[in-house]
């Protein structure tokens, strides 16, 4: 039988994994001599060790490992790769942030409303609507559509009512929104289809302002931001 020493040689497992993996019961040695704790390995224990050895280079867990003879190395890498993938997903999008917070700065994050409910009987053209008006993108998973983007301080979201999802027992809904110009806002919302309640106008309680409904009959007040 190998030594530890030399059977770490031949596998590319270092001394301190095998010892780990002896203790968590992934790969026992052959023998344990009761007296010193020297382990010890068979051969035919090679081609075992060299598996883990290379699914330890790709990170793959131990609890993963020891489903490999049951399910196959296929299928654990192939649940492995997923994995990573969602990790990858996840730092795409941290990395992202940090971009944005090196641009535009840290944001002093504070107690705001993100979120309101909308009606409508005609989801298409409003999708439409809130494309052409304020670019803000639709995500059928969660039926809303988003502005700006998550975590920044421009982050909200107009929910559309559904009676599964999102049931809503009110009518249509009223809802302000910061804009960069007011003018040109009201105008491309006349544009891609809202109906005028008030033009822009210069009031001295509050920002340049003006107010229109979109297709659902919802009422959206732009503000100067």
């Known amino acids: 039988m190998l030594s530890i020493g030399s059977f770490s040689l031949v596998t590319g497992l270092s001394i301190t994994a095998l010892r780990h993996y002896d203790e968590v019961g992934l790969l026992t040695p052959a023998y344990v001599d009761p007296d010193t704790k020297y382990r010890r390995y068979r051969p035919d224990q090679v081609g075992e060790a060299r598996l883990y050895a290379a699914l330890r280079r790709l990170q793959v867990p131990v609890d993963a490992m020891r489903t490999v003879r049951e399910r196959g190395v296929e299928a654990v890498l ?59 993108a639709y995500h059928e998973e969660i039926s809303s559509f988003q502005f700006g983007g998550y975590p920044d301080d421009d982050f909200f979201l107009v929910t559309v009512a559904d009676q ?57 007040d732009l503000y100067q931001g």
């Open 78 to 136: 192939s649940e492995h790769h997923e994995r990573l993938r969602a990790r990858a997903d996840s730092l795409a999008q941290l990395i992202e942030n940090v971009e944005r917070y090196l641009e535009k700065g840290l944001p002093v994050k504070t107690r705001r409303i993100v979120q309101v409910t909308i009606v409508t009987d005609d989801l298409p053209t409003l999708i439409a609507f809130y494309r052409d008006a304020f670019d803000a």
């Open 164 to 220: 599964k999802q999102h049931p809503w027992p009110g009518g249509p809904a009223k809802f302000g929104l910061l804009v960069d110009d007011v003018d040109t806002a009201h105008a491309r919302a006349l544009i891609a289809g809202a109906v005028e309640i008030e033009a822009p106008a210069d009031k001295p309680w509050k920002p340049r302002s003006s107010t229109v409904t979109d297709p659902g009959g919802n009422h959206i």
